[in-house]
């Protein structure tokens, strides 16, 4: 199916096309939606696209809940077109955009720079407080690995534990949590994954066994401990907490 027909089916004729000739002819800055209160940005490479199309177009994160988030971590928020479509849908809730590439840091704060609720944090997510390294594998911003550096490290970026993020916002428990780390995952639930994960109501999470095998086992055996729901939904795991 050609972009174009798959912006058609999506979002109807008009709204469509205008998208449709800004992105063929690289003028992707300032794209606006109906069901987004302000304008948003891509970059002229296929991976924003790619990013675009799955998060607003076949809208992977609009998730039936039976209640009204009210805080939300997006991990691994790449430009912020996760965050605006949580910010759109759920205005009540304040959410915490988590990104440790500094040109997609860039572009995402460009985006949500409108968006009171949006709360940008350039780091990346880890077991606990440490610092990372980006491990480019040639594929673009949208998939890179991390691996664990010293403080002194000359590429070293800031990465923050769950329970840390929680402090810094008050919060005791967490809504809901979207993890899209590309393999960082398997440290995140093979430790320290009890000082927070009982605290999350909805977690919404991306595994990526080709880029760090053994990540979907760790998140499944660190998960079974407690007592998750689970569905799909598109390249996602959405588990729920019972206990809530």
Same mark, same amino acid.
């Given at each position: 199916?050609s972009? !174009?027909?798959?912006l058609?089916r999506?979002? $109807? !004729? %008009?709204e469509a096309?205008?998208i449709?000739?800004?992105? #063929? ?5 300032g794209?606006?939606?109906s ?7 891509l970059? @002229? ?5 790619a990013t ?8 992977e994160?609009?998730i039936?809940l ?9 991990a *691994?928020?790449?430009i *912020?077109?996760?965050?605006l479509?949580f910010a759109?849908?759920y205005? *009540?809730?304040?959410i915490v955009?988590l990104e440790?590439?500094d040109?997609?840091f860039k572009l995402?704060?460009?985006? %949500? @720079?409108?968006? #009171? ?5 350039? $780091? *990346?997510?880890?077991s606990k =407080?440490?610092?990372?390294e980006?491990?480019d594998e040639?594929? $673009?911003n949208n ?13 070293a970026?800031?990465?923050?534990g769950l329970?840390?993020i929680? #402090?810094?916002?008050?919060w ?5 949590? #979207?993890? +899209?780390i590309?393999? @960082?995952?398997k440290?995140l ?5 009890? =000082? ?6 909805v ?12 990540? @979907?086992k760790?998140?499944?055996?660190a998960i079974?401990?407690y007592?998750f729901s689970? +569905? ?8 729920v907490?019972?206990?809530?």
């Amino acid at each position: 199916m050609s972009r !174009f027909s798959v912006l058609h089916r999506q979002l $109807g !004729f %008009i709204e469509a096309l205008s998208i449709y000739r800004k992105v #063929k002819f690289q003028n992707s800055q300032g794209l606006r939606l109906s069901n987004l209160r302000e304008p948003f940005s891509l970059r @002229s490479n296929p991976y924003d696209y790619a990013t675009f199309e799955e998060v607003l177009l076949r809208r992977e994160y609009d998730i039936e809940l039976s209640f009204e988030p009210k805080n939300i971590i997006d991990a *691994g928020a790449n430009i *912020g077109l996760t965050a605006l479509f949580f910010a759109n849908k759920y205005p *009540g809730a304040v959410i915490v955009s988590l990104e440790p590439d500094d040109d997609n840091f860039k572009l995402l704060s460009q985006n %949500i @720079s409108a968006y #009171k609720n949006i709360v940008p944090l350039k $780091g *990346g997510l880890w077991s606990k =407080d440490a610092f990372l390294e980006i491990v480019d594998e040639g594929v $673009g911003n949208n998939a890179f690995r991390v691996e664990e550096v010293g403080a002194d490290h000359h590429r070293a970026i800031s990465a923050y534990g769950l329970p840390t993020i929680m #402090k810094l916002q008050a919060w005791e428990h967490i809504d809901l949590l #979207k993890i +899209d780390i590309e393999g @960082s995952e398997k440290n995140l639930f093979e430790n320290n994954f009890a =000082d927070w994960l009982p605290k999350v109501r909805v977690l919404i999470i991306e595994l990526h066994d080709r880029m760090v095998p053994g990540s @979907s086992k760790a998140v499944f055996s660190a998960i079974n401990n407690y007592d998750f729901s689970v +569905d799909i939904r598109g390249e996602n795991f959405v588990f729920v907490n019972n206990d809530f």
